[in-house]
């Protein structure tokens, strides 16, 4: 080696790898580089080092190969703001030594590599090279030129590679090769690579060419295949349709290769086929899907609020919540994948909100009804393998609604059966996830499709009978039932006109005063919610419309009084259960739950002379047993306390009955009210006739929470009872209660059967046989008033 007079000028490369014996054009854009290339004029010497890592911006020794290029400066040019351009010939290698500065520049001091001799080997390895080249570019000139004019085979190493198509890497390699017969090898190898990488490209050339050639070919059969079937009277101008139809869907990518194969196949059976009409059913189905085309949704949710309130009467709660979800929809939140599920007895008016919603939003409304759906393939649809098959009943209302973002009705989603053909529940679990609807998949059309957008209502009257994992994925707002008010009012603003209309009479023929309203709601109908109510009106109005036809009445001007209702309706039909009680010891009156609103309860006990046991009759579940067992073992424990002769209870047997037996009957709630009944039985004490009540008990006489209470107190209320006791914890759900109930009733919250006693039972006493006489005694009740007695 020989060592460089002085410090030379560097130039780092980032890309490219320049080799001894070339001339090279430069491109310069580093700011120090650039300034380097500034101070340069032809005939400066340069060295030219290879980064090893191209991402650094201020290379050190160890960031630049060992071995680099010394070249002479040829040409600078100046491009402004594009950077300057340096054309260098390359002169020997040199190995770098040290960077002895970096500013303004990079300066290094360097070694001149002296290449060894060529050998033998070198010499027959460049003549190999050159007749390989000469195979394999016949057509280069200038090639051809260069392999002419070399006759150093250490030199012809190093200009080979800029012919061949091969990485910086394996150039580099070639510039770190000193030794010429192994720097020939090493270029007949990458030549070997670079042909067979050209042999590779020039197949897939050739494959894409002869593919392009193939669609060309077949789009051409396909328009004289066309033609000759036109010829024929074989044509199908459906089919033509179909395929402007498709194109006009804007599908989804993948949906598009899917409906692509199954034209192609449509195209190779006859039209008179049985399988070209199960492709085009196919085809048919998927052109009818909304896959991008959405309803302009209404963002005002002041609209929405004012379609709520002109549509239904009270049901504040819930219109609140209503409103709420509309407004994180409309601020882009994450209620997008929320499914709001409406739960209330009938007649309340769940799916009638469900309308307002959609009608306020300006999106469609569709109904999917699922009361006795039991095929699981009902909901997913069936496999196309089947004859008839068809989608399931969620892609039928997409295809219904025509938009992707319509307000789908689940109507009577606790109906939902379970067959030995599958589980439906099981299947909505997909439809109503909204991590996994946007990929829902019907086995029908086998395709993806998102509705992620879609606003799902479901409707319920009991969410007890739906699995956890569905009701998990359910947004419940409960809608209970109405008031004697309420009733009256949503008849006098929506319930008359209605069945006006529907009877034909003239508009403004029809006065129905208040009373006689609240008489149809008091003795003619016993609901949660107006169905009925409405029934009852149209009855009445039906028999209006019969005189006017007639010509017996004057059609300008009817009003319905309290004996035309009469007339019509017949006797009432219900009356004040309050006055149903039978004012006699061992009677009380239980609040109920049922899927159609709160209902009474009647526990009637007996006793009779025998060994101390109990009878149970009414078709009583376990939990309602477990109930009379436990007010009997709490009765027994505290019998002196409550004035009880012990023997008398074991020398008598008891009997509960709940009537209706016909109907089968569970739950804790009752607890108190079979407290009650045995304790007023056997200490001969009456139960008030106006008080109701529920709670569940504990051997401990302690009174638990229980659930549906606005349901029972609005039972209550329309019983006629005055006094309802229920447990202390669930007064945190009174202000669930309407204000009118609320004012006309009498609440105790009791902790403890003895409140309950207190409160319940009247203070005489009619004391049977064996019993001590002194039950009178806890005749004042320790239970709180929640509210004042009113009226």
Known sequence: MTELASPLPLLPLRHGVVLPSRTTTIPVGRPRSRALASALSPGDLVILAVQRDPAIEDPALVDLHSIATLARVT????????????????????????????????????????????SAEAVELMGALKTRLRELISNDTSLTEMLATTKEPGVLADRVPAWLDVEDARKVEVLLTIDPAARLRLVIELLAEARAKNELRQKIDSEVRKELGKNHKEAMLRQQMRAIQKELGEEDANKDKLRDKLDAANLPDDVREVVDRELRRLDQVGPNQAEANVIRTYLEWIADLPWTKRAPSQGDLDAVERKLESDHYGLADVKRRILEHMAVLSLGGEGKGTILALVGPPGVGKTSLAQSVADATGRPLVHVSLGGVRDEAEIRGHRRTYIGALPGRVVHAMRKAKVKNPVVVLDEIDKLGRGWQGDPEAALLEVLDPEQNKQFTDHYLELPFDLSEVLFIATANDLSTLSAPLRDRLEIIEVSGYTTDEKVAIAERHLVEQQRKKVGLPSGS???????????????????????????????????????????????????????????????????EMAEQDNAPGIAAGLAWTPVGGDILFIETTKMTGKGRIEITGQLGDVMKESVRAALAYLRSHADELGVDPEFLEKHDLHV?????????DGPSAGITMFTALTSLVTGRR??????MTGEVTLRGRVL????????????????????????????????????????LEIIAAEDVREVIAAALEPDVLAPTGTSGTGGKTGTGTGAPVSAKHG
């Open 687 to 692: 139960v008030r006739s106006d008080v109701a």
């Open 75 to 118: 040409e600078r040019t100046d491009r402004g703001a594009r950077g300057v351009v340096l054309v260098v010939d390359a002169l020997s290698r040199v190995e770098l030594r040290a960077l002895t500065s970096s500013v303004p520049y990079w300066m290094a001091r360097a070694e001149e590599i002296t290449e060894p001799s060529a």
């Open 510 to 576: 029809v006065t129905v005063p208040r009373e006689s309203l609240e008489l149809v709601v008091r003795e003619y109908t016993r609901e949660a919610g107006v169905r009925q109510l409405g029934r009852e009106i149209g009855k009445v109005l039906r028999s209006l419309a019969l005189e006017v036809a007639r010509k017996k009445s004057d059609a300008a001007s009817i009003t319905v009084d309290e004996a035309t209702i009469r007339k019509v309706l017949g006797k009432p039909k219900f009356f004040a």
């Open 705 to 744: 929470p229980i659930g549906g209470l606005k349901s029972k107190m609005l039972a209550a209320h329309r019983a006629g009872f005055r006094r309802v006791i229920i447990p202390k914890l669930n007064e945190r759900d009174l202000p669930e209660i309407p204000e009118t109930v609320r004012n006309e």
């Open 657 to 665: 009955h709940v009537p209706a037996g016909a109907i089968p009957k």
